[in-house]
């Protein structure tokens, strides 16, 4: 059965031609929302722990880090290749040569064919990107920018310090590179609507991008946001999972099939969630999606032309 939609696993195993896992690593950055450079409180959801595997810890090197996180996915493909996946935090926030050391650190481990970096759009600069650019010549490099949204008044809310013009920019310079651009999105942020989400993806059908994640908005334990959810709920629409799938499905109508969707769910650990509480798997979450696909007998991209504004129909 064919996909409703671009999948980037199935993009990137065509395009390398063999099968690739991420794994995911702990540098030990901070970012400039905690560390003072633009605020000490981070984003209003941000709780690194609750998509950190236990492996990574910024104690750990990251040739162990990449020891151990192979060793556990080794064990169901043995011959796979590897992209290290610099997740935590801002990934491109410290000086520039400690960055290229722990990048070329992750490149020397054999079997690693590539790197993914997560970072935010005001902490690239032409130097670094031109390094990118570079290695992009020679190895599989991927930079994933924290959008989270595409409104300016929702990303003051959630104290993300900077605007969505930022985001635009830094991936426009990215991809001009020829570096794999990705963003990164949340569905269900405080005073957004379905109309709001709609609005993000006709937004983001106008850059230059590779690859998209969504997520769904979690409440995580020990954030600013479980504190307003508890004290504000009516902030808040948080969906339940057969309405975010229709909206996610709205939202891929209005994408270009061209980009690659890597993500459209997490699922954080149950100590560390306050809600939602759907209790599904990324891959059981991606079998709902396409069946609800089937029965809507749509797919990606269905209705993006008519979000371009220079297009006209004859
Ligand atoms: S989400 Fe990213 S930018 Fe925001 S506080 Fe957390 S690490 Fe920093």
């Not at 985001?167 to 310079?173: D, K, L, Y």
């Not at 696909?293 to 006209?312: A, C, I, V």
Request: net charge neutral; glycine share 4%.
């Amino acid at each position: 059965m064919s996909l409703r939609y671009n999948d980037y696993t199935t993009l990137l195993r065509e395009q390398l031609n063999e099968r690739v896992q991420k794994i995911s690593i702990n540098a030990g950055f901070t970012c400039p929302n905690r560390d003072g450079t633009l605020g000490y409180g981070g984003c209003t959801y941000c709780n690194n722990q609750s998509f950190n595997p236990d492996y990574c810890k910024p104690s750990k090197s990251v040739t162990t880090q990449l020891d151990e996180g192979i060793r556990f996915f080794r064990k169901k493909h043995e011959d796979q290749k590897y992209i290290a996946y610099f997740q935590a935090y801002t990934n491109t926030y410290a000086p520039f040569d400690n960055l290229i050391k722990l990048y070329e650190e992750a490149l020397a481990y054999p079997k690693v064919i590539g790197i993914a970096i997560g970072t935010r759009p005001d902490c690239v600069n032409d130097t670094i990107l031109d390094y990118f650019a570079h290695l992009a010549k020679s190895c599989y490099v991927m930079i994933e920018y924290g959008v989270e949204s595409t409104c300016n008044d929702t990303l003051q809310f959630i104290h993300r310090g900077h605007t969505f013009e930022q985001a635009e920019e830094a991936i426009r310079i990215t991809a001009t590179r020829n570096i794999a651009t990705a963003a990164h999105l949340i569905i269900g942020l405080p005073h957004e609507t379905h109309e709001t989400w709609l609005q993000h993806a006709r937004k983001l059908s106008m850059l230059p991008l590779s690859v998209l994640k969504l997520h769904q908005l979690q409440i995580i334990k020990g954030t600013q946001m479980a504190r307003q959810y508890g004290e504000h709920p009516e902030w808040f629409h948080l969906s339940t999972l057969e309405n975010y799938i229709d909206t996610v499905i709205d939202f891929l109508e209005l994408l270009p099939p061209a980009i690659s969707m890597e993500r459209f769910a997490s699922q954080s650990p149950a100590q560390l969630l306050i809600a939602p509480a759907w209790k599904t798997k990324n891959h059981e979450f991606v079998v709902k999606l396409q069946r609800r696909m089937e029965e809507r007998d749509t797919f990606q991209g269905k209705k993006w032309r008519s979000t371009l504004p220079h297009y006209t129909i004859k």
